[in-house]
């Protein structure tokens, strides 16, 4: 079965521009905002949402501080799946605590993958604030999670597959669905 | 990865997988916070035929870190022979609960039989097996060596033309064999140093070269590191060579011989150390010397190992 695009390249570059200033509206300017992307993709997110966030606000000497946050070694389904390889975890020199941290993602899904990044926020520090960010929220959720900014709502099928390509990971960029039943 | 049982098992992805893991969980053991909750719920049992209290140590506190309930299990003492013994005892661990089981055993393969017996469902993690190998040992010499060489872009890179001395004892060393595997593999130029008496035969067919004089090895190789084996002193009375002073003399890293090497070099030791004999105070207190360094990369690598044999479900 062919994959279907979602999104193009400038549809996701418009999703991200509008979630920066969602970002600058909702925190009444940059006071405190940290970034923390989730790898692989989502780390690519964050710092290309953190640059549209510096570009925004126009506050001489500011640049948004953007991390990664690996969240392997908290998920809660490692002995469903064969091992995992985990990615490193890079967090601003100023730290989380009592920052407002924006955590970013690729696809929302079961919420799961949320749950282990809130535990392991834990592990580092105390933020004022935990907000999330995805390019894409595809339903299904297993968990009481919801993202506070979403680039696109995709109604989709539990069998179907969404793929996110980006193009620093992967050279080209599109979000595209698939019947996952092909396969 | 279900077992890790020996270095020369591993090929380069292999091995990079878990430095680079170990490099992940150095990072969280710098945190305020340094337990994971990745093996919650997972049982490790510590089954030591043979004493070694910092091997085991690290990998009880690798297994802590990882949330992990350990259990420590010395068989010191025990009369009972290998071959049914080690099955009753796996399988009695077993049946307690244990999902892995780390094996320190004076013969050489029991973590190999162990595995392949089908004896326990476990995985098993070879911690020193007669003169066999000790392969997370040179997990931690690899990473502790690729750190200082490329400190914080260690990260997906190996060994590459780096030379790499290993002085000592190599006829009784599983860390020396262990190190020749994993160095090579990693594309490291690894030279064997010692007494006639203390080179093993068949070294013919290693991807090492092997020499007898120390002072024209470091003078030829300009060796990155010099990895000096600790000389067991209950072995001294075998006739291996005639005394310690001469020992010292043609093997030891003395004041002088530290002085020699390339600005450059690490001096790097597994412990425990016998000052003054193979190796001068001068040298293992140096900033060069990576002893310190050694044993606390070792608790990350062998939560590296820990994670990547325990943590998955089926492959």
Redesign the interface.
């Given at each position: 079965m062919a994959a279907r695009a979602v999104l193009q390249q400038a549809d996701i570059q418009r999703a991200l521009t509008r979630i920066a200033h969602e970002i600058l509206e909702q925190n009444r300017g940059t006071e405190g905002l940290v970034l923390l992307g989730i790898p692989t993709r989502g780390v690519e997110l964050a710092e290309r949402i953190g640059s549209l966030l510096t570009e925004f606000a126009g506050e001489p000497g500011w640049t948004c501080p953007v991390g990664s946050l690996?969240v392997t070694?908290?998920r809660d389904d490692?002995?469903?799946?064969?091992?995992?390889?985990?990615?490193?975890?890079r967090l601003p020199a100023e730290g989380i605590d009592g920052r407002t941290v924006v955590l970013v993602d690729d696809v929302l899904y079961s919420g799961r993958t949320i749950r282990a990044a809130l535990?392991a926020l834990a592990?580092?520090g105390r933020p004022a604030a935990v907000r999330l960010a995805v390019l894409v929220d595809r339903g299904h959720r297993e968990l009481p999670i919801r993202p506070d900014y979403v680039g696109k709502n995709l109604p989709s099928a539990a069998s179907e597959r969404v793929n996110v390509r980006l193009t620093g990971t992967d050279g080209v960029e599109a979000v595209t669905i698939e019947d996952g039943a092909a396969e | 990865?279900k077992h890790l049982l020996s270095t020369r098992d591993l090929d380069r992805d292999a091995a990079l997988?878990i430095l680079?893991?170990a490099?992940?969980?150095a990072?969280?053991q710098q945190?305020e916070?340094k337990?994971?909750?990745?093996l919650r719920g997972r049982t490790v049992v510590n089954l030591f035929f043979e004493d070694s209290t910092r091997t085991r140590i690290s990998f009880e506190a690798a297994a802590k870190r990882?949330s992990a309930d350990v259990i420590n299990f010395a068989a010191k003492g025990s009369s009972v022979s290998k071959g049914e013994s080690l099955q009753d005892t796996a399988q009695t661990l077993e049946a307690i609960g244990a999902d892995g089981i780390v094996i320190r055993h004076w013969a050489s393969g029991a973590p190999a039989v162990l595995a392949a017996s089908g004896w326990i469902a476990s995985s098993v993690v070879n911690a020193g097996d007669g003169t066999h190998e000790h392969p997370t040992q040179a997990l931690l010499d690899a990473f502790t060596l690729r750190r200082r060489l490329h400190g914080e872009a260690s990260?997906g890179r190996d060994l590459d033309g780096v030379s790499v001395l290993i002085v000592g004892d190599i006829l009784h060393s599983r860390v020396a064999r262990s190190n020749v595997w994993l160095l090579t593999t990693l594309g490291a130029r690894v030279t064997l140093v010692g007494p006639p008496t203390l080179l093993p035969h068949g070294i013919g067919g290693w991807p090492v070269a092997a020499v007898h004089d120390l002072d024209a090895a470091i003078a030829d190789t300009a060796p990155d590191a010099v990895m000096m084996l600790r000389v067991q002193r209950e072995r001294m009375n075998e006739a291996f060579f005639p005394s310690a002073r001469e020992y010292s003399a043609g093997w030891g890293l003395t004041s002088s011989r530290f002085r020699a090497l390339p600005e450059r070099a690490v001096v790097m030791h597994p412990g425990p150390m016998n000052r003054g004999f193979e190796i001068a105070s001068e040298a293992a207190d140096s900033p060069r010397s990576t002893v310190l360094e050694q044993v606390a990369n070792g608790v990350s690598v062998r939560m590296a190992a820990l994670?990547?044999t325990l943590?998955?479900?089926?492959?």
């Open positions: 690996d070694m908290y490692l002995a469903r799946n064969p091992v995992r390889s985990t990615a490193p975890t535990d592990d580092h | 990865m997988r680079d893991t490099e992940d969980m990072a969280t945190r916070v337990k994971l909750p990745t990882l990260r994670y990547l943590a998955g479900g089926a492959e």
